[in-house]
């Protein structure tokens, strides 16, 4: 009994080496790289979505949803950041309307398509995988996923109804000092629990085919992508104010250049999330990162998506 325990410990703490230098070694190799991209990409693809959301939520009369996007989006931000990009982008929805919004929204369409495509070929390059379609049905499939994503906004705001009643709630049953705390924390917990859908579902909708079964996890990536933004927006704030002053480098520009240093940092945790699911989901489980079109089960064979 205590051979088989020390054997299961053995082999436990062999997986998870094999699984973190793979995702160390993922992350050295691709990760600066696409976190540049991601972050100019980000930024771009913040006002190409609120101006995408303005436009679809209008068509069904609730004009007013796009500055609610907006807003759930920077309260996942930290509170510089966020108050950077408010203003400008609520010039950006207040300057569109009619015709000019649509165009804006498709234009915004194709930029968000873009990003959307970056994080695919991010997880290709995790896999070890090569494309096996056209470049428009991948495309189109990244539009549609945009639209999905503007549509499930505006459900979820219909049912802020729950969120509101259990504040009304705290606000009537709990002292006021604890109801403020209670409904922070609330609020705080929901954008979490948002985020990681939301990364579960993009990690779930651009893993290559052969590696979206159930025996493939995506949440352990999805749940280190949300634990590493957290952690980003938790401690940048305090580094920055400590030990960077972006003022004196960039002077009126250094809220933007802060607000990309944040998006790459963020994007350097999308590529650890993807690296991480590809690491678990290695069949031969050696710890070693594939070259792109090498197929696990077949060496030598080429994989496609």
Wanted: net charge positive.
């Amino acid at each position: 009994m205590v051979r088989a325990a020390l054997n299961f410990e053995k082999l436990w703490l062999s997986r998870f080496w094999r699984v973190t230098r793979r995702v160390l070694l993922g992350a050295y190799q691709d990760g600066f790289i696409h976190a540049g991209n991601l972050a100019y990409l980000s930024l771009l693809a913040l006002f190409a979505f609120v101006l995408c959301a303005t436009a679809i939520a209008a068509s069904f009369g609730r004009t007013s949803e796009g500055v609610h996007a907006l807003e759930v989006i920077l309260a996942t931000m930290p509170p510089g950041i966020a108050q950077t990009l408010d203003a400008p982008v609520r010039e950006v929805i207040a300057a569109r309307n009619g015709h000019l919004l649509w165009i804006g929204a498709g234009f915004g369409l194709w930029t968000v398509a873009s990003l959307i495509e970056t994080l695919r070929d991010i997880l290709r390059r995790a896999y070890g995988t090569q494309a096996s379609q056209s470049f428009w049905k991948y495309r189109l499939a990244s539009m549609g996923l945009v639209v999905g994503a503007v549509l499930l906004l505006l459900i979820c705001f219909s049912l802020q109804v729950v969120t509101l009643a259990l504040g009304d709630l705290m606000a009537r049953f709990l002292p006021p000092e604890i109801a403020g705390v209670g409904e922070i924390a609330m609020t705080r917990g929901i954008s979490l629990f948002g985020l990681f859908i939301a990364m579960f579902a993009l990690f779930v909708a651009l893993t290559p085919q052969r590696f979206r079964g159930s025996h493939n996890p995506k949440w352990p990536g999805a749940l280190a992508t949300t634990l590493w933004w957290l952690a980003v927006s938790t401690a940048l704030p305090h580094v920055l104010a400590r030990l960077i002053s972006y003022d004196l480098t960039y002077g009126s520009l250094a809220g933007v250049m802060v607000a990309l240093f944040f998006f790459y940092l963020v994007g350097l945790g999308m590529v650890i999330g993807a690296e991480l699911n590809a690491a678990l989901a290695s069949a031969d489980g050696d710890g070693q990162r594939r070259p792109i079109g090498h197929r696990i089960d077949e060496p030598g064979a080429q994989a496609m998506e």
